[in-house]
């Protein structure tokens, strides 16, 4: 369903990624390895690019709007499901029924309990954890996640990453966590200097076999 | 870099307004104040609330015209906000903020009489135009981010309510309380010019010498305004406007014949209004008419309006410097930060005419009356805008005290939103020379006084109109000077 | 927000369209104390509304402008103008009448006042040694604040007053003008002989500080004017009853509020020597 067939990419007049050719399936569990730098966010744009209105996306920067409550930020999600009439009535009071919705989103994730506190007033990690709701509740069926369990405990990025890969059939994730790398998924992209530099099933490989992609 | 780039300008802004010191009609020639001194400060001391007969009345009808007036403007703001990548409304947005209420007003007069509809449409005009310009700039500043995050698909309405427009919420909340504090301000002042709020006794008051009245009136007025934060909630809002329109006085007929009498003669050039038909004699002599007009008063009233802003300009911006710590608790303890609020309360809140005539009493008439009162009133604004700002600022523990901590830490800190609030500021210093006829300065808007005074509204719309370019030049010339040396601006503008 | 902005606006139109009865109104110029006017006038409104059985308002104005508009756009029918604000009104109504003029007002005249420090004597000469100090007229719309003394100024200099003072400025009204001169804020001004006797009896002048130079010849000024359309307003006659009205006034205390001796009947040429003046100094077209 992805493909890219010698796809270039620059951010900010560098050339980050160049000659990119890759093939995603659906029902393929992708992790995006490499060191920072090495163009995981940039191709994770990309690929999002192709799909926008299957895809959801976690972008590294959990994008929240401080101001308004967890629910608020998580009901973003389903903003293109509804009518912009009912959205604005949500808005100034929330639905008994959207927060009846929401709820178990939140629960899964450990947050049951900030439901309706502001956004800016969360630390770290509650943040992203809302970021990852927001995406789940969109219902698609891609996700593309940018380091989605960066800011938050192995505990719960096991758990997470449970909930992202039981809500969806394609999952591409970019991820610096090595083991969670190989326990969450089925393939392995490892990045290194803008092209791809292995590609392989997770099966059979050991975190060891990925310290290429960190050396020069 | 930056401090480098606000640091010449300030430096360039000092130069101008000391050439211009130079060439400005200053001069000191009074005589004998201290008759009429002693009768103001006597009526300082002894305020009588008694004297003013409807003050209640006068204090409500202060109120409702402003939240009306606001309201309107906020509604038409807001909209604009929303088009204002439009190049017409943009334009139509500076000019409408660039002609100060009392002169929409007086316009509005000519149109509707003495009734409710000229006072609110003269706060909404020219508010709108102002809300349009500093919505639309809140929500460009807005976080960009979660507006990347909503699902495709999400309709553009969604979006923005939903991810751009919380974030700039409490800004937009908190530029509102502020312009409606300058609402209070102007709604009162409309009453100088007939309309049945404070301003009306006070002028009154004023003009006959009766200072107890007067100065009983400015407390009242004081303390509607410093205690504004008290009782205007969010909640109670929609309260206060649906009270408002009760309290506005009875309403008289609106004729459609006054409104187009207004647009088809009063404003008709004369040349044009007396030709009988419209052939290349008219049209030159109304070339002629315009041109007569242009040298013996817009060029001239030009010259000194901009000498008067540039001088005024900087001494506010030197004012503010030493008003903000006033307010500052990094500063002052509780009782001399109360000291402080009721000193820039009062400064802020009486009107710049007021505070003119008090100094011509000391130093006679010529420029220097209008640059002490407007520098002390502008002053007063942004001391107070800055002072709020500076009590949010991180500071840490062991920060030094006192002088060094005002030299080295919150200057260098405040000193770009200090300029950005100065600039902010300009336009309004322009637009409120123009009231300051009665020191025999002869400004753009002594010459539009004169032109109403004597009921020619032809000479006196030109006149605002060129009055109207000359602050959009301003304007223009202020967010050029901000860009250039990137001054971040936040929500509270003036 | 936008919602309760919306009530606003509704109850904007809903009042804008709410009209009151239509009583016979008429203003005044607001030349000095606006707390006596006020108690002037509403004697003066309950007499008219006894003599002539309609209901009778007055409003207050806060400038001569704002008074003639105020008469052009109907919102009144009578007012108590000046010379130079009575021809401007009737210019812009055509068919609007003068009524009656104090006994005092067809002889009207300015005082030029100075502050003691200049030296100036009181004289039958105009003061020409008045020339290069600053000078300040009373409101812009005044006849004898500001429409006789230029014109005296102009006539004596060949020179607009900009050119033969320092400085010259706009009080504003006439006590004002009387404040401004005793403080020395200016050192001459012109004032309406009428305010400078009233404030002089009240002991609000001190006659060490400032001093009259100079009275100009006399001109006509204060006086009432009704709209051409009154008759068919209020009923035919309805102006000719007026003006009997206002001719017989005789309570001495209604006459001393304003003050003056009596009412005399006034009619528009009266005052062509008003016209004929500002137009030549330029403030009429």
């Known amino acids: 369903m992805f493909d890219l067939d010698k796809a270039s990419a620059s951010y900010n007049g560098r050339v980050v990624l160049r000659d990119i050719s890759l093939t995603v399936r659906p029902g393929e569990r992708v992790a995006l390895v490499g060191e920072s730098g090495a163009g995981k966010s940039t191709l994770l744009n990309l690929l999002y690019q192709q799909h926008q209105a299957r895809a959801a996306l976690i972008p590294q920067d959990p994008a929240l709007v401080w101001t308004l409550s967890v629910f608020h930020n998580v009901y973003i999600g389903s903003l293109h499901r509804h009518k912009s009439l009912y959205n604005l009535l949500n808005l100034v009071r929330p639905r008994a029924r959207e927060v009846e919705r929401v709820r178990p989103v939140l629960r899964r994730l450990g947050l049951e309990d900030k439901i309706f506190t502001p956004a800016g007033e969360l630390s770290g990690g509650q943040r992203q954890r809302t970021a990852v709701g927001r995406a789940l509740y969109q219902g698609r069926d891609v996700l593309l996640g940018d380091e989605p369990v960066s800011a938050v405990d192995v505990h719960q990025a096991r758990a997470v990453l449970t909930a992202i890969n039981e809500a969806h059939d394609t999952v591409i994730l970019a991820m610096h966590d090595v083991d969670l790398a190989l326990a969450f998924t089925d393939r392995v992209i490892g990045l290194k200097g803008g092209h791809i530099a292995l590609d392989q099933p997770t099966s059979g490989l050991k975190p060891s076999d990925l310290d290429s992609l960190y050396t020069n | ?494 | 927000m936008s919602r309760k902005l919306g009530l606003g606006l509704l109850f904007l139109l809903i009042f804008a369209g709410n009209a009151v009865a239509k009583d016979f109104v008429f203003t005044a110029i607001p030349d000095e104390d606006e707390t006596r006017l006020a108690q002037r006038f509403d004697k003066v409104a309950a007499y008219l509304a006894k003599e002539l059985g309609v209901p009778v308002r007055y409003i207050p104005v806060k400038s001569y402008a704002a008074a003639v508009t105020a008469f052009r756009n109907n919102q009144v029918q009578l007012a108590w103008f000046g010379g130079l604000s009575g021809v401007r009104a009737r210019r812009l109504v055509p068919g609007s009448k003068a009524l009656a003029q104090g006994q005092e007002d067809r002889f009207f005249t300015t005082f030029f006042i100075a502050h003691a420090s200049t030296g100036l004597k009181p004289g039958e000469a105009f003061p020409e040694k008045i020339a290069g100090l600053t000078f300040t007229f009373g409101s812009k719309g005044s006849t004898s604040g500001r429409l006789m003394p230029e014109f005296h100024i102009r006539k004596w200099f060949s020179k607009a007053p900009s050119e033969v003072f320092s400085r010259v400025g706009f009080s504003g009204n006439h006590s004002r003008t009387i404040a401004l001169v005793q403080s020395g804020a200016y050192l001459v001004g012109a004032v309406n002989f009428k305010v400078w006797e009233n404030e002089m009896k009240a002991g609000r002048i001190d006659p060490d500080k400032v001093r009259v130079v100079w009275k100009t010849p006399p001109y006509p000024d204060y006086h009432w004017t009704i709209r051409g359309d009154a008759d068919r307003a209020f009923g035919a006659g309805f102006s000719a009853r007026v003006k009997r009205a206002l001719l017989g006034i005789k309570d001495p205390a209604l006459l001393a509020s304003f003050p003056r001796k009596s009412f005399v009947a006034a009619k528009n040429s009266d005052y062509e020597p008003i016209l004929k003046v500002g137009k030549s100094i330029g403030l009429i077209d």
């Open chain 2, 1 to 494: 870099m930056e401090r480098s780039g606000a640091f010449k300008t300030s430096l360039a802004f000092i130069g101008v307004a000391i050439v211009c010191l130079l060439i400005a009609d200053i001069e000191i020639s009074t005589l004998d104040p201290w008759r009429e001194m002693g009768r103001m400060a006597l009526g300082v001391v002894t305020p009588n609330f008694l004297a003013v007969g409807q003050l209640g009345e006068a204090l409500a009808k202060t109120v409702a015209f402003a939240f009306l007036g606001v309201a309107l403007g906020v509604v038409v703001g807001f909209a604009s906000a929303l088009l204002f990548h439009f190049g017409p409304v943009r334009w139509l947005s500076a000019f409408v903020r660039a002609i100060h209420e009392l002169f929409w007003a007086l316009i509005f007069l000519q149109i509707f009489g003495l009734t409710p509809l000229t006072g609110i449409l003269a706060i909404a005009i020219p508010y709108g135009g102002i809300f349009a310009k500093v919505y639309s700039e809140i929500l460009e500043e807005a976080d960009p981010r979660p507006l990347a995050a909503v699902p495709h698909g999400a309709s553009p309405a969604a979006a923005f309510f939903y991810a751009r427009l919380p974030d700039a919420w409490v800004h937009i909340k908190s530029y509102t309380l502020y312009r409606l504090e300058c609402g209070l301000r102007s709604s009162a002042i409309l009453g100088f010019v007939g309309l049945p709020t404070l301003g009306f006794y006070l002028e009154s008051a004023f003009r006959q010498g009766h200072y107890s009245e007067v100065s009983a009136l400015l407390i009242l007025f004081y303390v509607l305004i410093a205690s504004l934060r008290l009782w205007v909630k969010a909640r109670l809002v929609p309260l206060y406007l649906l009270a408002a329109p009760f309290f506005l006085g009875p309403g008289a007929e609106i004729s459609l014949a006054n409104i187009t009498r207004f647009f088809t003669q009063d404003i008709v050039p004369h040349p044009i209004r007396a030709a009988e038909t419209l052939d290349f004699a008219a049209l030159g002599a109304w070339a002629d008419w315009m041109w007569q007009i242009f040298t013996t008063q817009a060029l001239w009233g030009i010259a000194a309006t901009l000498i008067l802003t540039q001088i005024a300009l900087v001494a506010s911006g030197a004012l503010a410097l030493v008003f903000f710590p006033l307010i500052s608790r990094r500063f002052f303890g509780r009782f001399g930060r109360t000291l402080g609020h009721g000193f820039l309360v009062v400064t802020r809140s009486t009107p710049e005419y007021i505070l003119a005539y008090l100094f011509l009493q000391f130093w006679g008439p010529s420029m220097l009356p209008a640059i002490v009162a407007l520098a002390l009133h502008n002053g007063a604004v942004i001391g107070h805008l800055i002072g709020r700002h500076v009590d949010e600022i991180p500071l840490r523990p062991d920060a030094p005290k006192g002088l060094n901590l005002y030299a080295y830490e919150v200057l260098p800190r405040v000193y770009g939103q200090f300029l950005a609030f100065l600039f902010y500021r300009w336009e309004v210093i322009l637009r409120e020379t123009a009231i300051l006829g009665i020191l025999g300065i002869l400004t753009l808007g002594f010459y539009v006084d004169s032109a109403i005074a004597d009921i020619r509204m032809d000479r006196a719309v030109f006149l605002i109109i060129i009055t109207a370019f000359l602050n959009i030049g301003v304007d223009a010339l202020s967010r050029a000077i901000r860009a250039k040396i990137r001054l971040t601006t936040t929500p509270e503008r003036t």
